[in-house]
């Protein structure tokens, strides 16, 4: 199979790769060439750059299939159908829960909850604007290819080389021990996707020539946040007491903290059926701290708490 990859050597996109050359697809990477360039050595490269349309690089060449793991907006989304013209079998785009509405969804929603109203008026991506330009994308490559479109809809994606650091704060907190500060509820439903998971999600989805939207959830058991951060504790070798505090000391947008509890609680029955995985959360958490430890543990992009504002906020002090 003769995949183009549109990204591919981030995270996801990069995840996605690794798992097509194993199952010995011929993988055509397009990007802007400045990420990743000791990856992926003897597969194809070509150069473009997606904001300012620039995707001559697409003129010629045929692929079974297209992954876009890097269209945010309708522009970037359209602009590539129409470079690539019908020179390509399947589209799968990655896309988001942020698609779907938010009032009156019960735990369980599937791939047919009603989506938030497209956006096409902006590319600012913003925390309202993020998922109604993901539903315009998905609109788009729909409309233009049909049954030959595929949606893929991941909820939170973990592992190795993640660079938003939401699960790497728990998995680094959880080293330390002791007294955990947490500005929710611990019962708090969470649902993470493994990136290698997703990936094979992906790649199976294509080679079955599989049409329509999926889900892309984990754990394969149902985990609370106060139970992900006392696994990160037990795959670190420590132990950790989580202390709730008000959820006005903290950041906004804390590490996996989720005000509607349904969105972590997304039905993912249709994409097991179709080949999701379910890699274990000690063997996810395990291998994070193993890649943070290799990379030095710099600096995290996060809004967690540090260590100084954590002792502050705790009752009595450390």
């Known amino acids: 199979m003769r995949i183009l990859v549109l990204g591919g050597t981030s995270f996801v996109g990069r995840a996605i790769v690794e798992d097509a050359l194993r199952t010995g697809a011929e993988v055509t990477l397009f990007g802007r060439g400045k990420t990743g360039t000791d990856l992926f050595p003897g597969v194809t490269r070509l150069t473009g750059d997606r904001d300012t349309g620039d995707y001559a690089a697409l003129d010629a060449g045929r692929w079974d299939a297209v992954v876009d793991s890097s269209g945010y907006v309708p522009r970037h989304v359209g602009q590539a159908m129409d470079a690539l013209g019908d020179r390509a079998g399947r589209y799968l785009f990655v896309s988001s829960h942020a698609v779907y509405q938010r009032e009156g969804i019960g735990p369980g929603s599937t791939e047919d909850t009603p989506r938030r109203r497209p956006v096409r008026d902006t590319e600012e991506l913003r925390e309202d604007t993020y998922g109604p330009l993901k539903v315009a994308c998905e609109d788009d490559v729909t409309a233009r290819y ?45 649902q993470l996707i493994d990136s290698r998971d997703l990936a094979r999600l992906v790649v199976r989805l294509l080679a079955d020539d599989r049409p329509g939207a999926f889900h892309a959830v984990g754990p394969a058991e149902p985990v609370t946040l106060g139970g992900l951060i006392e696994t990160c504790a037990r795959v670190a070798g420590t132990s950790v007491g989580i202390v709730p505090v008000p959820p006005g000391t903290a950041p906004a947008m804390y590490p996996l903290v989720r005000q509607e509890w349904s969105t972590q609680q997304r039905d993912p029955a249709r994409a097991r059926a179709a080949g999701l995985p379910a890699t274990p959360l000690e063997v996810t958490i395990a291998d994070v701290l193993a890649w943070d430890r290799d990379r030095g543990e710099p600096p995290l992009d996060t809004r967690g708490f540090t260590p100084g504002q954590e002792q502050a906020i705790l009752p009595g002090g450390r």
């Open 146 to 190: 049909g049954s030959r479109a595929t949606i893929v809809r991941p909820g939170k994606v973990a592992g190795p080389h993640d660079p938003q650091d939401g699960l790497t704060y728990y998995v680094r907190r959880a080293t330390r021990g002791g007294r955990v500060a947490l500005p929710a509820d611990p019962r708090q439903p969470v």
